[in-house]
């Protein structure tokens, strides 16, 4: 079964500062995809970042890249220059080709606030 | 472009009332997945619809939950005789293909936060 881990509940980082959350995940399909959400207070799920199994350079979007690390099987995104507005809940999610291809599999999320 | 529609954005119900949640896929979008997320956790996926098909429901509860996407209008995700347990935000995502590649992004709407009094 596919498996993400979030480790770090909450994190509290000082505005213009970089954050990195955390993100491991376990799976044994051969090709898959992860992913980052950011949850603001208001409740929405917003799509930041995907990076692929196969890819060979690590995904980058902005102020968020991903560092992927295969062979550790982790995939940590990494804010640059955070601002108050980055405050939110952040998800990893990851989904496979093969087992249960169609849905994403979530972690249990990261409480990120930003301290002006 | 508007996104993933979904109403009401709020629903409260009494034990044993039926809820129904209403999903509008993104434009061009012809598959719609249902996820639930409890307070302070991740989503949990549910069902997987394509046009008048369930494709998956492996994290459907087998019990009073049922869900379809008609040919026409949203996709409904309908619960019967809701219990306190079913408190939870019920978000849709949509996607366009048939999202066969793991890099197929799905995106979501704004949810619905569902409260069983």
């Known amino acids: 079964a596919q498996k993400i881990t979030q480790t770090q509940p909450g994190m509290f980082v000082q505005e213009k500062e970089a954050v990195t959350l955390d993100c491991t995940y376990d799976t044994s399909d051969p090709s898959y995809g992860l992913f980052w959400y950011k949850q603001p207070s208001s409740g929405e799920m917003i799509f930041l970042i995907y990076q692929g199994s196969y890819d060979q350079q690590n995904a980058t979007e902005g102020r968020y890249s991903l560092n992927f690390q295969k062979a550790r099987k982790s995939a940590n995104l990494v804010i640059s220059a955070s601002q108050l507005g980055d405050s939110a809940m952040y998800f990893c999610?990851?989904?496979?080709?093969?087992?249960?291809?169609?849905?994403?599999?979530f972690g249990q999320g990261t409480r990120l606030t930003i301290n002006p | 472009n508007a996104g993933v529609m979904q109403n009401p954005r709020h629903l409260v119900r009494r034990r044993g009332q039926e809820a129904r949640l209403r999903c509008s896929p993104m434009?061009?979008?012809?598959?719609v997945y249902w996820y639930r997320q409890l307070p302070e956790e991740g989503l949990k996926f549910m069902v997987y619809?394509?046009?008048?098909?369930?494709?998956?429901e492996s994290g459907m509860p087998k019990e009073r939950f049922s869900a379809e996407f008609p040919k026409e209008g949203p996709s409904i995700l309908r619960i019967q005789q809701v219990v306190r347990g079913d408190s939870a935000a019920y978000f849709c995502?949509?996607?366009?293909?048939?999202?066969?590649?793991?890099?197929?992004?799905?995106?979501f709407g704004p949810g619905t936060r569902l409260l069983v009094l």
């Open positions: 995502a949509s996607s366009p293909s048939p999202g066969e590649a793991p890099q197929e992004t799905q995106y």
């Open positions: 434009k061009g979008h012809s598959h």
């Open positions: 619809l394509q046009k008048e098909n369930i494709i998956d």
């Open positions: 999610a990851m989904r496979g080709i093969i087992q249960g291809a169609q849905k994403l599999v």
